[in-house]
């Protein structure tokens, strides 16, 4: 090894990037492109490795995905059993009364009641829920999915921590309590 490559190897920048998005932006592929092409160690947090792996950045970086699903967020956990599983019962009460009497008129109350309660359940979900829930807990929910990525993570120094985008703020902001050396930023810009 030349002592410019050594000088180099030496000096290389260990950089943590946290990009939430399924389909990452092409600025943030490019960023990536451009860290690893400048001989940056690299390691991507993201939920869509697979977008990565076709994104044709070589050498790839160190890809870390998520080993657990966003719906078993306890918030999520919640709001299934509320909105979909204790109101199913209804649901499936009717749908056994439209079955056994399709003409009479319990058996079409039974399947409008059925009808009506997806109905509810679907404007509760989609109009109540889901906004305050990108808003308040999605961000957590993020974090909460990588923490086991985070205890595993053997790094010993990290110079960057980039987050791409909002969801990953709170997963960059427990990297960033991790490593306090890091200099943490949502600048996509480099040096």
């Known amino acids: 090894m030349t002592t ?8 290389r920048s260990v950089v943590l990037v946290v990009s939430m998005a399924q389909h990452p932006p092409d600025r943030v592929v490019e960023l990536v492109r451009t860290l690893v092409a400048r001989g940056d160690e690299v390691h991507l947090f993201t939920r869509g490795a697979q977008a990565w792996l ?15 699903r966003e719906v078993h967020y306890p918030v999520r956990r919640v709001e ?10 209804v649901s499936r009460v009717g749908d056994r009364l439209a079955e056994r009497w399709p003409g009479r008129w319990i058996g079409r109350l039974g399947a409008a009641a059925s009808e009506r309660r997806r109905w509810v359940s679907g404007g509760i979900h989609h109009k109540l829920f889901y906004p305050r829930y990108a808003v308040l807990f999605r961000p957590l929910a993020m ?8 205890r595993g993570l ?22 960033a309590k991790r490593f306090p050396s890091a200099t943490a930023t949502t600048s996509l810009k480099l040096d």
């Open 4 to 11: 410019q490559a050594a000088a180099a190897g030496a000096t």
């Open 54 to 68: 076709e994104s044709g950045i070589e050498p790839l970086p160190v890809i870390r995905e998520a080993p657990r």
């Open 80 to 89: 299934r059993v509320l909105v979909y599983k204790i109101p199913g019962v």
């Open 143 to 150: 974090a909460w999915m990588f923490a086991p990525q985070l």
């Open 154 to 175: 053997a790094v010993d120094r990290v110079d960057r921590i980039i987050a791409c985008d909002t969801l990953g703020v709170p997963l960059a902001s427990r990297l």
